[in-house]
């Protein structure tokens, strides 16, 4: 099934700004040993990323979430993930 835009406007606005468009779907359980009984989880909503943050929007079009990137981490992630993989695959 198809994720639907919550907020078209915006959504055409951040992609013409070249940022990366992303749906996450809503996702729920119902606990675990550490947290106990549940709900916990969250509604759908749409992620976009862009050269210097990050902005979600929710199911009803609002903006709820933004947050700038931290490239230098991002970096040392990637580098890290590509580390893990040199030594798989040297195995």
Not at 39 to 53: A, N, V
Not at 66 to 84: G, H, I, P, S, V
Request: glycine share 8%; proline share 8%; aromatic share 14%.
């Amino acid at each position: 099934m198809a994720q639907v835009i919550f907020n078209p406007d915006i959504h055409a606005q951040l992609i013409d700004l070249g940022y990366a468009y992303e749906a996450i779907p809503a996702y729920f359980d119902d606990g675990d040993s550490e947290n106990g009984p549940g709900p916990y989880g969250s509604p759908p909503y749409d992620e976009y990323t862009g050269p210097d943050e990050y902005i979600c929007i929710d199911e009803k079009g609002h903006v709820v979430w933004r947050e700038a990137r931290d490239l230098e981490l991002e970096a040392w992630f990637d580098e890290q993930q590509a580390l893990a993989e040199r030594m798989t695959y040297s195995r």
